[in-house]
Nanobody, 114 residues
Framework: VQLQASGGGLVQPGGSLRLSCAASGSIFSISTMGWYRQVPGKQRELVAAITSGGRLNYADSVKGRFTISRDNAKNTAYLQMNDLKPEDTAVYYC?????????WGQGTQVTVSS
């Protein structure tokens, strides 16, 4: 499984961004897709995840502001991020769980600053 992430950037507090993660390869084996984020000196943390059946999981810090979705026809997962805060600044990584293995895309930087 290969993952290609896109959509990061610089945004002001209160703004919005949408991240995309396109999967290719053995996509039939993907069960869960998700987004994680990491800041220097801290562990990578789960932001949001969606199963193939549509079950959702969000970090408490993003509930009500972020929405994860998945277009199975396009093999793509999205993370819509609204009302962004400076503490959302991080490198965001796309993840896919397939065949009992974790796969990671390249990180995309999200910076929330005025």
């Amino acid at each position: 499984v290969q993952l290609q992430a896109s959509g990061g950037g610089l945004v002001q507090p209160g703004g919005s961004l949408r991240l995309s993660c396109a999967a290719s390869g053995s996509i039939f084996s993907i069960s869960t897709m998700g987004w994680y984020r990491q800041v220097p000196g801290k562990q990578r943390e789960l932001v949001a995840a969606i199963t193939s059946g549509g079950r959702l999981n969000y970090a408490d810090s993003v509930k009500g502001r972020f929405t994860i979705s998945r277009d199975n026809a396009k093999n793509t997962a999205y993370l819509q991020m609204n009302d962004l805060k400076p503490e959302d600044t991080a490198v965001y990584y796309c993840n896919a769980f397939a065949g009992f293995k974790d796969y990671w895309g390249q990180g995309t930087q999200v910076t929330v600053s005025s």
